[in-house]
């Protein structure tokens, strides 16, 4: 299970007044997660720990440097740019303690781009995402297909 971005200990991007703004404009979420428009898309998984996925739901605001960000919106994670939603996908705890990504889904445009390990590996976060085991991992998935 994501961790409860409604804690007081979450803070940033995915904080409360998101959320109040979220629910405030729920009609545009429910347009955003059922849009005929996402793509079903195989991705590699990028295991993230526990303490990695708390960073993972902080998240960050984009700019210049940092295009692409992550955005936990109704149990899935966007990644934007521009204020245009382009991926959208699920992260779960398997049995290994390890948060996987079990549903990715594309918009056309950038179909073939693994947005998800460039936020991972370019991403402006707060505290680092990057450990030995990522660093070994995310060299061998490729960014673009």
């Given at each position: 299970m994501i961790p409860d971005v409604e804690h007081d200990l979450y803070f940033g991007r995915n904080d409360k007044d998101t959320w109040a703004m979220a629910r405030l404009h729920h009609s545009l979420l429910l347009q955003i997660q059922n849009s005929p428009l996402w793509e079903r898309e195989e991705v590699p998984d990028i295991p993230l720990s526990e303490e990695q996925m708390v960073t993972f739901v902080k998240s960050y605001y984009p700019g210049w440097e940092y295009?692409?960000?992550?955005?936990?919106?109704?149990?899935?994670?966007?990644?934007?740019?521009?204020?245009?939603?382009?991926?959208?996908?699920?992260?779960?705890?398997?049995?290994?303690?390890?948060?996987?990504?079990?549903?990715?889904?594309?918009?056309?445009?950038?179909?073939?781009?693994?947005?998800?390990?460039?936020?991972?590996?370019?991403?402006?976060f707060d505290e680092p995402i990057i450990d030995e085991r990522l660093r070994v991992l995310l060299p061998t998935i490729e960014l673009f297909q």
């Open positions: 295009r692409y960000a992550p955005y936990l919106l109704g149990g899935w994670f966007y990644i934007t740019r521009s204020g245009w939603w382009l991926k959208k996908f699920k992260y779960e705890k398997g049995t290994d303690g390890f948060y996987h990504v079990t549903e990715h889904f594309t918009t056309p445009k950038e179909k073939g781009h693994n947005l998800l390990a460039q936020v991972i590996l370019e991403g402006n």
